[in-house]
């Protein structure tokens, strides 16, 4: 968060939320949340005793192409064990969705008590229409300007979008897939004809169809212990003090939750972002090189 007045107004919000759905009855949900907001709301609710989970895979309205393995799509509470038992049976509770498993950007969905967690999201289900993934694509290839992520952001928020109204943008080629506030679809369709120069389509994607898998690719290195901040240095080329620096101002995140310190060690298939650099799977130890240090494997997002 970037100062103590936005956080005092998130922690309100995420309780009007959830009061909203616990106490008065009806679906509730935020806008699009950071990794650092999520942790905010997640604490907040924890205060509230509210039932969170994150969704699976088989909750998210858009699959990617193929498998993706990750740590922080599957499914897990946040209250304690011994009340895992009353969720889904008559109990308010709450989740994350991005619209698609690995998603960053998420929104919290505050469900009353009348709802039950589906199998699966259909068309039937008022969760499905909370989030719809649109697909850019030019309009002519010969005269692409071959755009980024940046650019597609950019271009939205030149139309008087503003950040939390939009999630995760995945580009592949010259095209992208956009998720936004389904609430948003029309004016975006209709509105967004260029992006950096290049004239492009903008269509809706429909529940089930596929979305492209974010590619990883496997790195290996040496570190001197398993502290996150001995690996983001060896992740992201980065000196030991400008990772502890990136711990301590709370941009780093691992499944989605901040690390406890400096010398918090992240389990084999944790999923970590750092904000301004990216994120990647650590995969573990893997050994012990000639010099003592510990070798360490990773997949690294593209």
Same mark, same amino acid.
């Given at each position: 968060?970037?100062?103590? &007045?936005?956080?005092?107004?998130? !922690?309100?919000?995420? !309780?009007?939320?959830?009061?909203?759905?616990?106490?008065?009855?009806? +679906?509730?949900?935020?806008?699009?949340?950071?990794?650092?907001?999520?942790?905010?709301?997640? &604490?907040?609710?924890?205060?509230?005793?509210?039932?969170?989970?994150?969704?699976?895979?088989?909750?998210?309205?858009?699959?990617?192409?193929?498998?993706?393995?990750?740590?922080? %799509?599957?499914?897990?509470?946040?209250?304690?064990?011994?009340?895992?038992?009353? #969720?889904?049976?008559?109990?308010?509770?709450?989740?994350?969705?991005?619209?698609?498993?690995?998603?960053?950007?998420?929104?919290?969905?505050?469900? @009353?008590?009348?709802?039950? +967690?589906?199998?699966? /999201?259909?068309?039937?289900?008022?969760?499905?229409?909370?989030?719809?993934?649109?697909?850019?694509?030019? !309009?002519?290839?010969?005269?692409?300007?071959?755009?980024?992520?940046? &650019?597609?952001?950019?271009?939205?928020?030149?139309?008087?979008? %503003?950040?939390?109204? /939009?999630?995760? /943008?995945?580009?592949?080629?010259?095209?992208?897939?956009?998720?936004?506030?389904?609430?948003?679809?029309?004016?975006?369709?209709?509105?967004?004809?260029?992006?950096?120069?290049?004239?492009?389509?903008?269509? @809706?994607? !429909?529940?089930?169809? @596929?979305?492209?898998?974010?590619?990883?690719?496997?790195?290996?290195?040496?570190?001197?212990?398993?502290?996150?901040?001995?690996?983001?240095?060896?992740?992201?080329?980065?000196?030991?003090?400008?990772?502890?620096? +990136?711990?301590?101002?709370?941009?780093?995140?691992?499944? =989605?939750?901040?690390?406890?310190? +400096?010398?918090?060690?992240?389990?084999?298939?944790?999923?970590?972002?750092?904000?301004?650099?990216?994120?990647?799977?650590?995969?573990?130890?893997? =050994?012990?090189?000639?010099?003592?240090?510990?070798?360490?494997? #990773? &997949?690294?997002?593209?």
């Amino acid at each position: 968060m970037k100062n103590n &007045d936005e956080e005092l107004y998130l !922690r309100g919000r995420i !309780r009007d939320l959830w009061r909203g759905a616990s106490e008065q009855g009806y +679906l509730t949900h935020s806008r699009f949340l950071s990794l650092s907001e999520q942790a905010v709301a997640l &604490d907040e609710l924890r205060k509230e005793g509210a039932y969170t989970v994150i969704p699976a895979a088989s909750l998210s309205p858009f699959v990617p192409e193929a498998p993706i393995s990750s740590a922080g %799509s599957d499914a897990s509470f946040s209250h304690p064990a011994s009340e895992k038992g009353r #969720f889904g049976a008559g109990s308010p509770f709450c989740l994350l969705s991005g619209g698609h498993p690995d998603a960053d950007r998420r929104i919290l969905v505050c469900c @009353p008590s009348w709802m039950e +967690l589906p199998a699966e /999201i259909t068309a039937d289900d008022p969760l499905e229409n909370l989030i719809t993934c649109l697909h850019i694509t030019p !309009r002519s290839a010969r005269f692409t300007d071959h755009p980024g992520h940046r &650019d597609y952001l950019g271009a939205l928020m030149h139309l008087g979008f %503003s950040r939390e109204e /939009i999630g995760d /943008i995945m580009t592949a080629d010259d095209e992208a897939w956009i998720f936004v506030l389904q609430e948003m679809e029309d004016v975006i369709c209709r509105e967004l004809t260029s992006v950096r120069r290049t004239s492009v389509s903008v269509s @809706p994607l !429909r529940p089930g169809n @596929p979305v492209p898998v974010q590619r990883t690719v496997r790195r290996s290195g040496s570190i001197a212990s398993e502290r996150i901040d001995c690996i983001i240095a060896l992740v992201f080329k980065l000196s030991r003090s400008r990772a502890q620096e +990136l711990v301590a101002s709370e941009a780093v995140f691992c499944n =989605g939750k901040l690390p406890s310190g +400096l010398s918090y060690t992240p389990s084999a298939g944790e999923r970590i972002s750092v904000r301004g650099y990216g994120k990647f799977i650590y995969r573990g130890v893997t =050994g012990k090189t000639k010099k003592g240090r510990c070798a360490a494997e #990773f &997949d690294l997002f593209e």
